[in-house]
């Protein structure tokens, strides 16, 4: 097992003008379950091949462990990649697929098969050794790449997309099972994945990238309570944060005309004189009995069992429409008799209000986690 590191790591396609990969700074513990998240084109599967030497680093390095790897074949440098479309051999048994790149390094048949039937054993797959591909679903093929990678013993695991091709009652079965595999070999993995429901739930710590910049890096809890910036604000979560556009007042804050309380703090204000967006998880708003707060006139009422969500648009203080761009999605409990255009009165707590500078994106003061 090791750490990985990457400084000031730069990738930059011939004939492109902007970098794919703009320094890349990511410290990656060892034994720890690294996400890489972020829409299509972000930079985060550059960012994994760049650490396993299928892409070339421009500017910067990359280390595994204490060794500098940025210019080294990715045969030497330790490291084992699952990829999207497995890539099985499909003329090979299960066994011979597992341990093919065994044999390609010398490894004798007793030390190959008995590698084989562990990893077999550990990934539910010893009465499936002689099949072939062919005879397999797509969740047993993704479990046969975990083994190729798994009797190796690698330093790092690279995983790119993994369960991309699988439906999505067995994607959530399993990265259940890739999770807890991770955790019990304790082998440093570095994941990528578009889906920040699948970054929250599998990784220890999860980094945001858009376009080429890392955004923010921290646990998949301090991201969804704390995030940086007003991407990240939007992008981790589902249903999506409210984004508002308002602004700043002595008092606290206010969207079209109607006063918010805030937990922005005069110091957190000081030089903060253009317009802000308030930012509010469906789950933080509260209807309110009284007048006060936010009118939004419902538009759909989504039953789920468990709870329900609100849809709706807010109305400024004179009853017309906000700009496109604020629909409002409200969380409330199961059951209660919300209707198709009824206007209901929201508010939230100061302390759940994320503040963001509506010019730089960036968040505007702290605010504590209130999570418990």
Do not use: W
């Not at 496109?324 to 209000?353: C, W």
């Amino acid at each position: 097992m090791a750490s990985v590191s990457f400084r000031e790591a730069t990738r930059i396609y011939p004939g492109a003008t902007e970098p794919s990969v703009d320094k890349l700074n990511l410290e990656i513990e060892d034994g720890e379950f690294m996400v890489l998240v972020g829409p299509s084109g972000c930079g985060k599967s550059t960012s994994l091949r760049m650490l396993a030497g299928l892409e070339d680093v421009n500017e910067g390095d990359i280390y595994i462990g204490d060794r500098q790897v940025t210019g080294m074949a990715p045969k030497d440098r330790d490291i084992a990649m699952v990829f999207q479309n497995y890539a099985l051999y499909p003329h090979m048994s299960v066994a011979e697929n597992m341990g093919f790149a065994l044999k390609m390094a010398g490894v004798s048949k007793d030390e190959r098969d008995r590698r084989v039937r562990d990893a077999a054993e550990l990934l539910g797959l010893s009465d499936m050794l002689d099949r072939k591909p062919k005879a397999m679903s797509g969740g047993q093929r993704q479990r046969v790449a975990m083994g190729r990678a798994i009797v190796r013993s690698p330093q790092v695991f690279c995983m790119d997309e993994p369960l991309s091709n699988l439906d999505a009652k067995l994607r959530v079965t399993t990265r259940t099972q890739i999770a807890e595999l991770q955790q019990r070999l304790e082998v440093t993995t570095v994941y990528v994945t578009h889906d920040q429901v699948e970054a929250m739930t599998m990784g220890d710590r999860v980094a945001v990238l858009k376009d080429g910049l890392l955004q923010q890096v921290d646990t998949p809890l301090a991201l969804y309570d704390n995030p940086a910036n007003l991407f990240v604000a939007g992008f981790i979560g589902s249903p999506a944060m409210n984004l508002i556009e308002g602004h700043l007042t002595e008092s606290g804050g206010e969207v079209n005309g109607h006063p918010i309380r805030l937990a922005v703090s005069a110091a957190d204000r000081s030089g903060q004189s253009g317009p802000v967006v308030l930012g509010i998880r469906p789950e933080n708003f509260e209807v309110s009995d009284s007048n006060e707060g936010i009118p939004v006139k419902v538009s759909l009422v989504e039953e789920l069992g468990a709870d329900a969500f609100l849809y709706g648009k807010a109305d400024d203080a004179s009853g017309d429409k906000i700009a496109s761009g604020t629909d409002i999605t409200i969380r409330v409990e199961a059951r209660r008799n919300f209707e198709k255009g009824q206007t209901v009165m929201v508010t939230a707590e100061p302390k759940e209000i994320h503040v963001f500078d509506a010019a730089t994106g960036q968040r505007v003061g702290t605010r504590e986690a209130v999570r418990t």
